[in-house]
């Protein structure tokens, strides 16, 4: 037989072969046995799920990769402020451009508070000083503002308000308590502040005969600092008066006589052995127009007719004045105590004890 035509038949049968093998590929081991549409629904499932895994990795990539990105450009934005090292007092500086928000409230809050302790030391120790320099302690404090502004004001950049102040405290031994309001008138150019009204209570108003004369006058002028500034000085005059009484009062008991208290402007000295022959020492406290305290004695007299008919020298008659000389040399305690000195010692009623 010729060859020929045999190979020819061989190789007709290989394709045959081979196209039978691939339009039936042979099947899983898992899958021998089953029926065509129950392998195909298989091959279907495993492929799905190869899927799935395949876009939740990439999902889980695509997460990590943007969480990269957003470190590494926080990286970039801080690199800066890293790299170069700061200088001598620019650390502040660097972290408040990186951080300016964060930086801006801890400073500003740390700062406040830090500011605010400190002026509130430094005003507790000056009210302490002021305290103890005039003996005045306020005590209770209230405010409150009426805004009284109208449109037409408004308008013309005009601001009204009326401040009501309540205040209570003490001035050594004397409690006060007063009540003022003040009027602020503010526009473009200036600001003034008046005071309308003022009222002051002073408790006990009858221990100083003068006090009520002091606030009378300070209420019709309406001048609160001259009242503060006058009122420790008036009341420490005062308490100075009341021992000067109490002193002579207790060294001379039968001469020295204070009908109202020690702490009346007068003391009368009487002579025990000689009866009719009175002196009477007037101390007043007096406050001038800048609200100057001042005091101002004088002195009376009182001396029976015949005495005087009997007084050539007219020394009776010019005792007021040389008592105010006495005064401007030898000051007021002293004064006091060389009149009464003599004055008891040439009629005999007693000696100092």
Same mark, same amino acid.
């Given at each position: 037989?010729?060859?020929?035509?045999?190979?020819?038949? &061989?190789?007709?049968?290989?394709?045959?072969?081979?196209?039978?093998?691939?339009?039936?590929?042979?099947?899983?081991?898992?899958?021998?046995?089953?029926?065509?549409?129950?392998?195909?629904?298989?091959e279907a499932l495993r492929e799905a799920r190869v899927?799935?895994?395949? $876009?939740?990795?990439?999902?889980?990539?695509?997460?990590?990769?943007?969480?990269?990105?957003?470190?590494?450009?926080? !990286?970039?934005?801080?690199?800066? $402020?890293?790299?170069?090292?700061?200088? %001598?007092?620019?650390?502040?500086?660097?972290?408040?451009?990186?951080?300016?928000? *964060?930086?801006?409230?801890?400073?500003?809050?740390?700062?406040?508070?830090?500011?605010?302790?400190?002026?509130?030391?430094?005003?507790?120790?000056? +009210?302490?000083?002021?305290?103890? +320099?005039? /003996?005045i302690s306020i005590r209770n404090y209230s405010k409150?503002?009426?805004? +009284?502004?109208?449109?037409?004001?408004?308008?013309?950049?005009?601001?009204?308000?009326?401040?009501?102040?309540?205040?209570?405290?003490?001035?050594?031994?004397?409690?006060?308590?007063?009540?003022?309001? !003040?009027?602020?008138?503010?526009?473009?150019?200036?600001?003034?502040?008046? *005071?309308?009204?003022?009222? !002051?209570?002073?408790?006990?108003?009858?221990?100083?005969? @003068?006090?009520?004369?002091?606030?009378?006058?300070?209420?019709?002028?309406?001048?609160?600092?001259?009242?503060?500034?006058?009122?420790? *000085?008036?009341?420490?005059?005062?308490?100075?008066?009341?021992?000067?009484?109490?002193?002579?009062?207790?060294?001379?008991?039968?001469?020295?006589?204070? %009908?109202? /208290?020690?702490?009346?402007?007068?003391?009368r000295v009487q002579s025990i052995s000689q009866p009719?022959?009175?002196?009477?020492?007037?101390?007043?406290?007096?406050? &001038? /127009? @800048?609200?100057?305290?001042?005091?101002?004695?004088? +002195?009376?007299?009182?001396? %029976?007719?015949?005495?005087?008919?009997?007084?050539?020298?007219?020394?009776?008659?010019?005792? $007021?004045?040389?008592?105010?000389?006495?005064?401007?040399?030898?000051? *007021?305690?002293?004064?006091? @105590? /060389?009149?009464?000195?003599?004055?008891?010692?040439?009629?005999?009623?007693?000696?100092?004890?």
């Amino acid at each position: 037989m010729c060859p020929g035509p045999q190979r020819a038949r &061989d190789n007709v049968r290989a394709r045959l072969s081979s196209r039978k093998s691939r339009a039936r590929p042979r099947l899983p081991l898992q899958l021998r046995g089953w029926t065509a549409p129950s392998a195909r629904r298989f091959e279907a499932l495993r492929e799905a799920r190869v899927c799935l895994a395949a $876009a939740c990795q990439r999902r889980a990539m695509d997460s990590e990769l943007a969480e990269v990105r957003a470190l590494e450009a926080e !990286i970039a934005a801080l690199r800066p $402020a890293c790299e170069d090292p700061p200088a %001598p007092g620019g650390d502040a500086a660097s972290v408040q451009k990186a951080f300016p928000e *964060i930086y801006q409230t801890d400073s500003e809050g740390c700062e406040s508070s830090k500011d605010l302790g400190s002026n509130l030391g430094h005003l507790e120790s000056e +009210l302490l000083f002021l305290s103890t +320099l005039t /003996g005045i302690s306020i005590r209770n404090y209230s405010k409150k503002t009426d805004n +009284l502004t109208s449109p037409e004001m408004a308008e013309k950049s005009i601001k009204k308000v009326l401040q009501r102040h309540r205040l209570s405290g003490t001035c050594h031994m004397i409690s006060f308590q007063l009540e003022f309001q !003040i009027l602020e008138v503010q526009n473009k150019e200036n600001l003034s502040s008046v *005071i309308t009204d003022l009222n !002051i209570v002073m408790e006990p108003i009858t221990t100083y005969s @003068e006090l009520s004369e002091f606030v009378s006058r300070a209420e019709e002028r309406r001048d609160l600092f001259t009242f503060f500034r006058s009122l420790h *000085i008036f009341v420490e005059w005062c308490e100075y008066r009341k021992h000067t009484f109490k002193h002579f009062k207790e060294k001379y008991p039968e001469a020295v006589h204070l %009908p109202e /208290g020690a702490s009346a402007s007068y003391m009368r000295v009487q002579s025990i052995s000689q009866p009719g022959f009175e002196l009477v020492v007037i101390w007043r406290i007096q406050t &001038d /127009g @800048e609200g100057k305290v001042l005091p101002k004695l004088d +002195l009376l007299t009182k001396v %029976p007719h015949q005495a005087l008919q009997l007084d050539k020298k007219g020394v009776v008659e010019t005792a $007021a004045v040389g008592f105010r000389a006495l005064l401007s040399v030898l000051g *007021i305690e002293a004064a006091l @105590e /060389g009149l009464l000195s003599v004055f008891c010692t040439e009629h005999g009623s007693q000696s100092p004890q």
